[in-house]
């Protein structure tokens, strides 16, 4: 069904949704939900008095953070005892090594006087269910528990949650009581440095699963969510995942219960897609879709706390009629009622009714969760329905209106940033684009940075120098090597040594100084890939939500889709031509100017390149360049470096310049890489924190 088309993210680079690629598609559609997003918005069935201990990052194994749990008791335990420093170091040391490894057999052990009982049972109790003496194991944690309450204060909820799982293979009941004992030591003040109070909500879940009691088993399952228990997830999954796969006759009976209502609406509308993107989303049979739609529909003719969930599932499986009856059933104020609403009314063609509707839905939709509860996703693809979302479908809707600021507003505030760059740089004029910036002083850094590229590129450098925070000055040093180059007065010589710094300023920072955002350099993506061009996608635009004649006629004035992919680089290239006309010929500099110019081409447009190869052949023959490009039939890879000539014509800041430049490698410079290279991982990091953040408003 074209309503439900998951978002796909195949390995690789990760590049941003945008809306106004196809936006009939992405605006008529209703994508899958995140499962996870999902179960957080069911109500609990009740709130659990425990919580969930989380050593996530702390240890490897859970191995581990049994034995680091088990090790910390002991200590504290040791700590109330009237013993030496050194007798409790070596009886701390002691017991560690008797519980490694896991299944030492501890049956003959004897127990140290000092070492409290309670570990000595539990331990004797671990070792005999590791080696699958199952009636040893439940005599020692039994004995444990027999023990005064003020002698087993560490081990209790140990021992309880274990006698738990051994009694799930044969006496279910009996599994659930120790579960729930567990629970009640540690309401009693017992110690549970392993959270196992907030575990046992699951173990004790995974009893009534295994038994088809699905209501029972989804409720805790939930508590234990609520606990902090993140596992839960897979296991409230695998509970929906059954449910679905079974009789289609017994879906009337699930529909009835709310519990298993909302769960089971939940795993369908995301298809148990974890997060934004999820490729390995669990396959929900057509037909069990459609028999949860009759039966939920059938189940009661009074309002539903899902309904606008059912709207949504409907809107996905192309019942549009069914959408707009569960729309009917939702509170008016249920944002994703809105949202689905929306979609229904774009397909009748009533787009300001739609942008109504979407308008109000993104005021209701809660404030966004912790980006990161989406594995980092959501800068590429948003969660839907969100806030986000919708005020990024909305700015869809204003931009077929001609409402461009209000579009562009819209796309900062969801960020959408690509969307927002083409509105930025090939919709608005640079005045309007320069007005809007100039009265948004908690602008984002791109938006400006995007204009003062615009600016230089329009050849407007002192302006745009004002919105470059970092190239700033670089951009104004370009600008006045730039006048002083082509300044007739001066001599040749230095005319050409300005043009010549500022080509290796176009060819080093061309990207900073005049890269476009999107199209044909993509400064968005640091110019390392490409995408598709907007323009031509926004002219083939299907009717409801076509671009308007004037936003076309504007993006054909500004569009820059007809220059060359990193056209700077053919500016560099210019100014190269322009100080090499300057210079002497046969000479070494020149040589290497041209030759210089003519590299920065070849790769990507020989033929543009090719003028350069013959100049360097036809002026500069005699040289070292020149007579090996004439051997060549084309540019050396390398120039000669060492000839001691070539920066004789240079001025001093001109030597400078070209000495970054071409540096070739000294002590001092290996030493700085080395470091340099240390950081390359975490800089890595960094730079994707840094695009982020410069987005932000």
């Not at 939900?33 to 969930?52: K, M, N, Q, T």
């Not at 799930?168 to 017992?190: P, S």
């Not at 994703?336 to 739609?354: C, Y």
């Not at 100049?615 to 004439?630: Q, Y």
């Amino acid at each position: 069904m074209l309503a439900l088309v998951p978002a796909v993210l195949a390995c690789g680079p990760y590049f941003e949704n945008r809306l106004l690629i196809r936006p009939d598609h992405q605006l008529l559609t209703a994508p899958i939900g995140i499962f996870v997003d999902e179960v957080r918005r069911l109500p609990i069935p009740r709130v659990p008095s425990v919580a969930h201990v989380d050593n996530v990052g702390r240890f490897t194994t859970d191995e581990g953070q049994t034995a680091a749990a088990d090790a910390d008791d002991l200590r504290e335990a040791l700590a109330d005892l009237p013993m030496d420093a050194a007798r409790r170091e070596a009886l701390l040391q002691e017991y560690q090594q008797l519980r490694q490894p896991p299944g030492a057999d501890l049956a003959s052990f004897d127990c140290p006087a000092d070492l409290p009982l309670e570990f000595a049972l539990y331990a004797r109790g671990a070792s005999a269910y590791h080696r699958g003496r199952i009636d040893e194991a439940t005599r020692d944690w039994r004995a444990l528990l027999d023990l005064p309450a003020s002698q087993r204060r560490y081990k209790s909820t140990w021992a309880a949650f274990m006698l738990g799982k051994v009694a799930m293979g044969d006496d279910g009941d009996a599994a659930i009581g120790w579960f729930q004992r567990t629970r009640e030591l540690a309401a009693e003040g017992f110690a549970d440095s392993l959270g196992l109070a907030a575990s046992s909500f699951g173990w004790e879940a995974r009893v009534h699963y295994l038994r088809d009691e699905y209501r029972q088993a989804a409720e805790l399952y939930l508590i234990q969510n609520a606990a902090g228990d993140s596992f839960s997830l897979c296991s409230l999954r695998d509970v929906a995942a059954r449910i679905v796969r079974g009789d289609r006759a017994g879906m009337s009976d699930y529909a009835r219960d709310p519990v298993l209502r909302d769960l089971i609406t939940a795993y369908m509308i995301s298809r148990g897609a974890w997060y934004v993107g999820y490729i390995g989303s669990p396959a929900v049979p057509e037909d069990a879709v459609r028999a949860w739609l009759a039966a939920v529909e059938s189940a009661s003719d009074a309002p539903l706390r899902c309904a606008d969930r059912m709207a949504w599932l409907a809107y996905q499986e192309g019942q549009m009629d069914l959408a707009a009856r569960w729309i009917a059933r939702a509170p008016a104020d249920a944002p994703v009622a809105l949202w689905i609403k929306s979609k229904l009314l774009l397909r009748q063609g009533k787009i300001d009714e739609a942008a109504a509707a979407l308008s109000r839905a993104m005021q209701l939709f809660p404030k966004a969760d912790d980006p990161g509860e989406h594995m980092g996703y959501e800068d590429f693809v948003a969660p839907a329905p969100s806030k986000q979302r919708a005020a990024g479908e909305l700015a869809v809707l204003r931009l077929t209106r001609g409402q461009y600021i209000d579009a562009l507003d819209l796309f900062l505030q969801s960020d959408y940033w690509s969307d927002a760059a083409y509105v930025a740089e090939v919709v608005l004029t640079c005045e309007e684009l320069q007005r809007y910036v100039d009265a948004h002083d908690d602008c984002a850094m791109a938006l400006r940075e995007l204009l003062g590229r615009r600016l230089a590129r329009l050849g407007r450098y002192e302006q745009g120098a004002r919105y470059l925070s970092t190239y700033g000055g670089t951009l104004l040093d370009y600008a006045h090597l730039l006048t002083a180059g082509r300044d007739a007065r001066q001599e040749p010589a230095a005319r050409a040594q300005a043009l010549w710094r500022a080509a290796m300023i176009a060819r080093r920072n061309g990207m900073e100084l005049f890269g476009s955002e999107t199209a044909p350099d993509w400064h968005v993506h640091d110019g390392m890939f490409e995408e598709g061009e907007y323009l031509e996608d926004r002219r083939q635009v299907p009717a409801t939500l076509a671009a308007t004649p004037d936003e076309l006629a504007r993006a054909a004035r500004n569009d820059l889709s007809g220059k060359p992919r990193f056209h700077y680089r053919y500016t560099a290239a210019d100014l190269a031509w322009e100080a090499a006309a300057l210079m002497p010929d046969e000479d070494n500099h020149t040589a290497y100017v041209l030759w210089s110019g003519g590299s920065w081409l070849k790769a990507r447009d020989p033929k543009a390149a090719d003028r350069f190869y013959k100049a360097l052949v036809r002026r500069c023959g005699t040289t070292s360049l020149g007579r090996r490009a004439d051997a060549l039939r084309w540019f050396p890879a390398e120039a000669d470096v060492s000839e001691p000539t070539r920066l004789a014509a240079l001025s001093a800041s001109a030597r400078r310049s070209y000495r970054l430049a071409t540096a070739t490698p000294t002590r001092r410079n290996l030493a700085i890489a080395s470091v340099a290279a240390s950081g390359v991982a975490l800089v890595g990091w960094a730079v994707f924190g840094f695009r982020r953040w410069r987005r932000r408003r």
